[in-house]
């Protein structure tokens, strides 16, 4: 399955869904012979948006994160160093006349982020592709409400949550939880996460798990799965896998007294369990 058969994620969708705008956003123009050549070969124009819907919040008692509205692409990276920052942006064929918004507010201890597309001066509202690409202080929470988002997490995070019709998700790095909910969803991991949920109707995973002295939960509930799970060779860990039509194999042994249960289930599943 390729990442493009996701149907709704960003740069997918017939209206260019997707992208955001603040105020005082750069303009890259394409003309004459440019212009031509990128019609005809479908070249993607990238433009940054320079001011930082970021730049007026204190971080300092922001426990949570949230991302809505329209779809996008999101690159979170955490940092003790630096202030936190969000850039944004805005690509495709129609980056130069799409009207993007973002909005923040605070409550309390989180810190929404929305998306929206603004109608030009005639009344149209056109969308573009969008990348959000934020720096935030290490071990706060994020999460994602939005229909199609391709997601990228790298760091330590408190907490990364996800739900949307169609979500690519990838972690390097740890979290205390990872929670996603998505009709269809690729999901990659690289590192540790002491509580893992997934529920959706079809799921691809990669996941290497390197540290499982803190885990808790791992449970992955799907009606249609492909897995490879890596875990360390020294792991003790039980297996709850259940499926109707099932080509998994594992060569990590059964320990029936482990507290670390493995829960799998799914209609359809096909994959590996392995050590490394």
């Known amino acids: 399955m390729r990442w493009d058969t996701l149907r709704g994620l960003p740069g997918e969708t017939a209206d260019g869904r997707a992208v955001a705008q603040t105020t005082g956003m750069g303009v890259m123009t394409i003309t004459g012979l440019k212009t031509a050549f990128a019609v005809l070969w479908g070249m993607t124009v990238a433009m940054p948006a320079y001011a930082d819907p970021f730049s007026e919040i204190d971080f300092s008692q922001i426990k949570n994160v949230i991302f809505e509205g ?6 979170v990276t955490t940092s003790n160093d630096g202030p936190a920052m969000l850039h944004v942006v805005k690509s495709g064929l129609r980056a130069q ?13 989180s810190l929404y982020v929305n998306l ?6 005639t009344g149209v509202t056109r969308r573009c592709s969008v990348l959000l690409e934020t720096q935030l202080p ?3 929470s994020v999460s994602i409400h939005q229909q199609a988002t391709i997601a990228s997490f790298k760091g330590h995070f408190q907490g990364i949550s996800v739900a949307g019709t169609n979500s690519q998700v990838s972690l390097i790095g740890q979290t205390e939880t990872f929670n996603l909910e998505s009709s269809n969803s690729v999901v990659t991991i690289d590192g540790k996460v002491n509580a893992l949920e997934i529920d959706a109707n079809r799921t691809i995973a990669a996941l290497r798990l390197t540290d499982l002295s ?16 890596g875990l360390p060779e020294s792991a003790q860990i039980k297996h709850n896998i259940r499926a109707t039509i ?3 194999a594992s060569s990590i042994p059964l320990q029936q007294e482990a507290d670390l249960a493995l829960d799998i289930r799914s ?8 050590a490394f």
């Open 246 to 248: 099932s080509a998994f």
């Open 116 to 121: 929206q597309f603004k109608q030009s001066d």
């Open 214 to 229: 803190e885990t808790r939960t791992l449970r992955i509930h799907a009606d249609n799965l492909v897995a490879e799970i």
């Open 70 to 75: 329209e779809s996008s692409k999101i690159n």
């Open 97 to 109: 006349s799409c009207r993007p918004i973002v909005e923040t507010r605070v409550i309390q201890a």
């Open 267 to 274: 209609e359809l599943m096909s994959g590996k369990l392995f």
């Open 138 to 140: 290490t071990d706060v």
